[in-house]
T-cell receptor, first 116, second 113 residues
């Protein structure tokens, strides 16, 4: 069954608005969550790593003030795309690990964001 | 950059075994190899992972060469629903005790009827 739940699965909004995406771990505590972005016909790119109760670590080239990550609990992390523009349209995917250091990451079903 | 190389695409007949190769010549002694797949417009799905021994689960088998520089994912009886992009990944350290998965371009496996 699903390990990670992501919501919403699809969102369309006007340019300039902010959009929040939720990622929940189901039946386990996720101390670390990962946020990825995928443009059409490209591979997944890691945006940031968030640890519960601390600030997220962003990958080079990702604007931390534009992509706000909150990981306030062990089962929920949120990604907020602030003042979204058409170039932010993409497929956003969260991921987390369920166990020890070498256990695999599991991914949500993704959120397709379209900015008009 | 990804630490693995894979062929960009492969075809397989439905019902036959699909063998997907991956080269990871710079892998270090304690690094695992992870395989994921991504069906169109979905999040990646974990398939299997291994260190040096061959592994098998309900989805696939993973064969790792003795020198650990390459591996092969085997789908024993491919179905049309196995059509997807398959990613072979060796994790990278991202700072402290954290690791990250870096996705390359993967192999697009097309299962044909």
């Amino acid at each position: 069954g699903a390990v990670v739940s992501q919501h919403p699965s699809w969102v369309i909004c006007k340019s300039g608005t902010s959009v929040k995406i939720e990622c929940r771990s189901l039946d386990f505590q996720a101390t670390t969550m990962f946020w990825y972005r995928q443009f059409p016909k490209q591979s997944l790119m890691l945006m940031a790593t968030s640890n519960e109760g601390s600030k997220a670590t962003y990958e080079q080239g990702v604007e931390k003030d534009k992509f706000l990550i909150n990981h306030a609990s062990l089962t929920l992390s949120t990604l907020t795309v602030t003042s979204a523009h058409p170039e932010d349209s993409s497929f956003y995917i969260c991921s987390t690990k369920t166990g020890g250091a070498y256990q695999p990451q599991h991914f949500g079903d993704g959120t397709r964001l379209s900015i008009l | 950059d990804a630490k693995t190389t894979q062929p960009p695409s492969m075809d397989c007949a439905e019902g036959r075994a699909a063998n997907l190769p991956c080269n990871h010549s710079t892998i270090s002694g304690n690094e695992y190899v992870y395989w994921y797949r991504q069906i169109h417009s979905q999040g990646p799905q974990y398939i299997i992972h291994g260190l040096k021994n061959n592994e098998t689960n309900e989805m696939a088998s993973l064969i790792i060469t003795e020198d650990r520089k390459s591996s092969t994912l085997i789908l024993p009886h491919a179905t049309l629903r196995d059509t997807a992009v398959y990613y072979c990944i060796v994790r990278e350290r991202s700072g402290g005790s954290n690791y990250k998965l870096t996705f390359g371009k993967g192999t697009l496996l097309t299962v044909n009827p």
